[in-house]
């Protein structure tokens, strides 16, 4: 009886039931049967925290900080303040002159940057403005953008409602390819030059090349999660 | 049955006793899910400061109906100061592997890699420098897994 009691005793302390099976157990076993091992709480070595402190000591005052990438802030979700309230994302909002509201972000951008005339092919100097809305959109993890087309009045009213389609389209579609922005939260649509946001002519009936200018762009309409 | 056997048994009740505490009374602090491995649920058990350095322990659990491979590199494991902005890796030993465990090899600074059949689960345990800003709260990363947001540190 004695001498079984000790043998159940050092197999509980030595045994698979044992938790102190933590550590770099690298062993050249493999992984697959290291699972039927109970390991559920490791205990760690007890050299551990002396190694943690010298390695800490070496990294000196600010202890190994790394700013926080837009990047990583995107990736994370930042559902709780990390992105969207963070100065990076704060200073690119103000930047492209977004328009918040509670529930959505608006991002008005100048169609002569984006395209060259007639054509809706991006300009690669517009890359650059279109990675910061990519940015945004991630930052927040929205779960709804429309992007929509908007022309002057000069030209024929169905052309320019498929001009102002094709435009809106290249925007999602640099989004998707450039910024890793998911396709299927992206809507286009192309309006044409029935919403504009300035009058394309003087109130003399001269032509107001200023207004039309402001009326090519494209809006995107970013809902906040 | 002599009054030294009763007290070896009673000795063995009570460790048996509190081994099963370890495995399943476990306090969970937030539970988090793996993105990539179905079934895969992580757990934050523990998290404790001394001397300036955060040890985080976990407990992933296979809810899967089959077994699940699961592979760790530490290296892109970090905890984050939401509020000023920072990240922070893992502390690394002279050798240039990560005070973390348990790790299957060396690779890249130590990796968990083990396979955890339907049901069970493994602990896995790392160590951060605490945040130089003294956050209140902070986001702890590990790859493929849903970040821990918000998680409180003890003053």
Not at chain 1, 150 to 173: F, I, P, T
Not at chain 2, 6 to 18: D, E, N, R
Request: proline share 5%.
């Amino acid at each position: 009886m004695k001498s079984l009691a000790w043998a159940a005793l050092l197999a509980f302390c030595f045994g698979p039931l044992c938790p102190l099976s933590g550590g770099r157990a690298h062993s050249g076993v493999d992984p697959a049967l290291q699972s039927g091992k109970n390991a559920e709480d490791p205990v760690i070595p007890a050299d551990a925290q002396e190694k943690a402190i010298l390695a800490l000591k070496a990294l000196g005052a600010n202890r190994g900080a790394r700013a926080i990438s837009f990047e990583t802030a995107g990736i994370l979700g930042v559902s709780k303040g990390v992105g969207f309230d963070s100065k990076q994302v704060q200073k690119t909002l103000k930047e492209l002159e977004a328009k918040e509201t509670k529930t959505t972000i608006q991002i008005d951008l100048s169609g002569d940057i984006l395209f060259d005339f007639d054509k809706w092919d991006i300009r690669p100097d517009a890359e650059a403005t279109l990675k910061k809305v990519g940015d945004i959109i991630k930052a927040y993890r929205s779960p709804g953008v429309l992007i929509s087309g908007h022309s002057d009045s000069k030209g024929e009213d169905d052309y320019n409602q498929k001009l102002s389609l094709k435009r809106a389209e290249s925007v999602r579609d640099w989004l998707v390819k450039n910024a890793g922005v998911e396709a299927g939260i992206m809507r286009t649509e192309g309006f044409g030059e029935t919403k504009p946001v300035a009058p394309n002519a003087n109130p003399d009936g001269s032509d107001n090349p200023a207004g039309r200018q402001k009326n090519r762009r494209v809006e995107i309409l970013i809902k906040k999660r | 049955m002599s009054p030294r056997s009763k007290k070896i048994l009673a000795f063995l009740g009570t460790g048996l006793l509190f081994s099963a505490g370890l495995f399943f009374g476990q306090e969970v602090i937030q539970t988090q899910s793996h993105n990539t491995v179905e079934g895969i649920e992580a757990d934050l058990t523990s998290l404790e400061i001394q001397n300036n350095i955060v040890t985080v322990k976990f407990k992933l659990r296979n809810t899967a109906a089959e077994k699940q491979n699961v592979t760790i590199q530490f290296k892109d494991c970090y905890i984050m100061d939401e509020v000023n902005q920072k990240k922070y890796y893992g502390l690394k030993d002279t050798d240039g592997l990560f005070i973390a465990g348990p790790a299957y090899d060396d690779q890249n600074g130590g990796r968990f890699w083990y396979g955890i059949q339907a049901g069970k689960s493994m602990g896995l345990w790392i160590k951060f420098p605490q945040p130089a800003d003294n956050p209140a709260s902070i986001t702890i990363s590990l790859p493929g897994v849903s970040p821990f947001e918000s998680v409180k540190l003890a003053k």
